[in-house]
């Protein structure tokens, strides 16, 4: 049974920084794209960034490009969202999500998703 917790996030000002930790279990295929979707009130949900479980490629919104930064510890099996000069627009509940390698900025071609974590930033 695949599992995906996300921790990390909380209340920070604008111009800080937060990191987002996803513990996986029962990824039993190694070729997956682990990505981070944000879903604002009133919004629909968004691709943030995505990695491959190798850690060899990595993907970001033109958005967070610069600011976020995602990274996996294969021996953990745990993936990363370093956010830096977090910003009022960034505020969001965070998901973390698997898929078996089709597209990586597609909620549609994940097939497995976190409970999620609220980011917010205030100004």
């Known amino acids: 049974q695949v599992q995906l917790v996300e921790s990390g996030g909380g209340l920070v000002q604008a111009g800080g920084s937060l990191r987002l930790s996803c513990a996986a279990s029962?990824?039993?295929?190694?070729?997956?794209?682990m990505g981070w979707f944000r879903q604002a009130p009133g919004k629909e949900r968004e691709f943030v960034a995505a990695?491959?479980?190798?850690?060899?490629?990595?993907y970001y919104a033109d958005s967070v490009k610069g600011r976020f930064t995602i990274s996996i510890d294969n021996a953990k099996n745990t993936v990363y969202l370093q956010m830096n000069s977090l910003k009022p627009v960034d505020t969001a509940v965070y998901y973390c999500?698997?898929?078996?390698?089709?597209?990586?900025?597609?909620?549609?071609?994940?097939?497995?998703w976190g409970q999620g974590t609220q980011v917010t930033v205030s100004s």
């Open positions: 999500a698997a898929n078996r390698g089709s597209s990586y900025n597609s909620g549609e071609a994940y097939d497995y």
């Open positions: 990695i491959t479980w190798s850690g060899g490629r990595v």
């Open positions: 029962g990824l039993t295929f190694s070729r997956y794209y």
